[in-house]
């Protein structure tokens, strides 16, 4: 399902953009989660945890602008879209670090935001969200493949690094890493850069000639003999996501 | 006893030093270890016989044996060498020619020495000892030259060989030959030592010609750049120019606007200049399109994308390049420059069935990476170093300064060619 935020400080213009949103998602029948944040901090504490498909923002915020809200956003999900809303048009020249789908001028003309949310629906990952069922000691743990930062190989277990902070460890298992992990590795986010470690790129900050280091500070390491094959996988991800932007 | 000790002696030296040579010239493949133990076990093979032949008394027969035996020996370890057969041969024909000069001149020496049976073996062991010390210490990598490029000298070698080969193989007591001959064989040695010499003196001077003309490849290539730069630099001015005519326009419209209000104040039409007034808040104020955060690089995105509006090429650019950079931004500038610039141009030689378009991405992730993609006209190729060749002359300057950003800041540079589709990517 559609999971869409919005974030304002002002309550009568949140309310605003919640009635245009909420007319759009009823004149074209779409079944949407949406959430309002009358503060910045909200939202960020809300995405250590979840991701949102859409988000709408202001600029002019107490504490954490829009802008820098974008960038963090950015940092834990590259592939959300940001939809900026506010009554400064010359924050416009800045907001390109965050890269938002668009930049809509308050008050808000509702043909230009349904545009907006059409070409942004349009860019969202909605796929099924895929899940993996991991064995433990003691239970049967199913994990949403989007909240997998990385997974680690050790002493035939494997640790799975979730996006919360949270570690889940697998039983011993019989058959070698890769073979385990190959369903995951179906998923297009994810790609194993090392014998024992695959990480998922959606979370990646930063990437090194020997190491991904992904938002958590967590540093997954890059074979050195796999590196060419890593940069191009990771490349092709990062710029195919590009086009579809 | 004593009669064999010294013939024991000589023997020793020569093939000692026989083998010393050989592991001076020729480029081992293994182990220091497995290449010193092959070549102790020549020596005992050498020597073995050596003493046989003294023992039974016959030094015509070793000097035959010798060169046989040493040879066949050489043959058999010469696959523990990195040397190809023709480069080998070449370095055990120089060890044989050395072997030989050191050979007849300490005997002709040790004639008039006194003690000349010792005399031989001291002569044998300073000379031998002279060339090893000059072949390792200074001729060495010369002789490497010289080896790489056998064919050149290979017949020299060959006819020294076989002229001092003849001596031996048709002489019936060594010891009247090498007398009776001195002569001829010291004017061969002369002419030998005479021919190896210049060998090395010309390829020495071949080098230094060959590093000077390097020198000067590099020199201008360094002019190119800076050419490159100077006219990139020109390029920018021309658009700082361009903004501050814009600016003094913008200037020239206010003051306009402010008289006209002024002017329509003093005539107390208060109702025209607030109508005037909202008519100026309602034009939406016109954004010039920025692409990233970086004012340098956006610049010359600016101008390129400008360019390929002109000439008609949909550019899809996405960019998130920081403000501030690890890489000098005006050098990147140049390199975005450049790239687009080889997109435009590429589209503009596509033949009329092709779409032209450029795609140009960035992302920032610790490092910078960007692509740069658009269509290619068919038999666009890559060279062997995986660059673009350039297809005409004057062109390819661009690409060659982007190489050089790559290389200076120890980044990667691909270029992909795919299904009509050419793809630069650069990672810094």
Redesign the interface.
């Known amino acids: 399902m559609l999971q869409i935020a919005i974030c304002d400080d002002q309550p009568q213009e949140l309310e605003i953009i919640y009635a245009h949103l909420n007319a759009y998602l009823t004149a074209h029948t779409l079944e949407a989660e949406t959430r309002k944040f009358t503060h910045p901090d909200e939202l960020l504490s809300a995405i250590e945890n979840e991701n949102f498909h859409i988000y709408l923002l202001d600029i002019v915020m107490p504490m954490v602008n829009g802008l820098e809200l974008g960038c963090e956003i950015r940092r834990h999900d590259r592939e959300a879209q940001i939809i900026y809303a506010t009554t400064e ?2 924050f ?3 907001a ?2 965050a ?1 938002p789908i668009n930049y809509l ?1 308050k008050p808000i003309e509702k043909q230009q935001l349904f545009d907006t949310l059409t070409l942004a629906i349009s860019k969202a990952d909605l796929t099924e969200e895929q899940t993996f069922t991991v064995k433990t000691t003691d239970s049967l743990r199913v994990i949403k493949l989007s909240d997998i930062a990385c997974c680690e190989y050790h002493s035939h277990t494997v640790i799975f690094s979730l996006k919360n902070g949270e570690e889940v460890v697998s039983r011993t298992i019989r058959k070698n890493f890769s073979e385990y992990c190959a369903p995951i590795l179906k998923d297009r986010h994810f790609l194993q850069c090392h014998t024992s470690f695959m990480v998922n790129m959606r979370g ?5 000639k020997d190491s991904f ?1 992904l938002c958590s500070g967590k540093i997954v390491p890059i074979a050195a003999k796999q590196y060419p094959a890593v ?1 191009d996988t990771y ?1 092709d991800y ?2 195919a996501k ?2 579809q ?1 | 006893m004593s009669e064999l000790l010294p013939n024991l002696l000589r023997a020793a030296i020569s093939t000692t030093a026989n083998v010393l040579l050989m592991m001076t010239l020729l480029q081992p493949k293994y182990s220091k270890k497995i290449t010193l133990l092959t070549m102790l076990s020549i020596l005992a093979a050498d020597l073995g016989t050596a003493i046989y032949c003294y023992l039974s008394g016959n030094l015509t027969l070793l000097s035959k044996l010798d060169i046989v035996l040493f040879a066949v020996l050489c043959f058999g370890v010469r696959p523990l060498f990195k040397d190809t057969f023709m480069q080998w041969l070449f370095s055990y024909l120089t060890v044989q020619n050395i072997s030989d000069m050191v050979i007849i001149l300490s005997f002709i020496g040790s004639r008039h020495l006194p003690y000349p049976a010792y005399a031989n073996s001291l002569l044998r062991m300073i000379l031998f000892g002279a060339f090893l010390l000059v072949l390792s210490c200074y001729v060495r990598p010369l002789y490497r030259q010289a080896v790489e490029h056998w064919a050149a000298y290979f017949a020299v070698a060959l006819g020294i060989y076989i002229t001092f080969n003849y001596y031996v193989l048709s002489s019936d007591d060594i010891v009247v030959t090498l007398t009776e001959q001195a002569v001829p064989l010291l004017l061969v040695i002369f002419i030998g030592l005479a021919a190896y010499v210049s060998i090395f003196l010309s390829l020495k001077n071949l080098q230094r010609e060959f590093r000077v003309k390097e020198e000067n490849q590099k020199m201008q290539a360094e002019r190119e750049y800076l050419q490159l730069a100077a006219g990139n630099m020109s390029r920018r001015l021309e658009l700082m120019g361009e903004v501050s005519a814009q600016n003094s326009r913008a200037a020239h419209d206010r003051r306009h606007f402010n008289n006209v209000l002024l002017e329509l104040l003093e005539q107390g039409k208060t109702g025209e200049a607030a109508a005037l007034l909202q008519s100026q808040n309602q034009a ?2 016109k ?1 010039n399109k ?4 970086n004012p340098a690089v956006n610049a010359a995105v600016c101008h390129y994308a400008g360019l390929a509006e002109k000439t008609g090429i949909p550019a ?1 650019i ?3 390049i ?1 403000g501030t950079l690890n890489v000098d931004a005006l050098e990147l500038s140049m390199v975005v420059s450049n790239l687009m610039e080889n997109a435009i141009q590429a589209c503009e030689r596509l033949p009329e069935n092709q779409v032209p378009y450029l ?1 140009f ?1 960035c ?1 920032s ?3 910078l ?1 960007l ?1 740069m ?1 658009n269509p290619c006209a068919e038999g666009t190729v890559l060279d062997e170093s995986g660059y673009p060749v350039a297809c005409e002359e004057g062109h390819g300057i661009g690409s060659k300064s982007v190489i050089a950003f790559a290389k200076k800041y120890d980044g ?1 540079l691909l270029y992909i060619i795919e299904n009509g589709v050419f793809r630069a ?1 650069l ?1 810094v």
């Open positions: 048009p010359q416009a020249l800045q390109y670090a890269s001028i990646v900050e930063r990437f090194a280091t940069r490349m990062l710029m590009g086009r932007r | 939406t104020p954004i920025v692409y990233c955060e899809e996405a960019l998130d920081p795609r991405t992302r992730v610790g490092r990476l692509e993609e990667e990517r990672l």
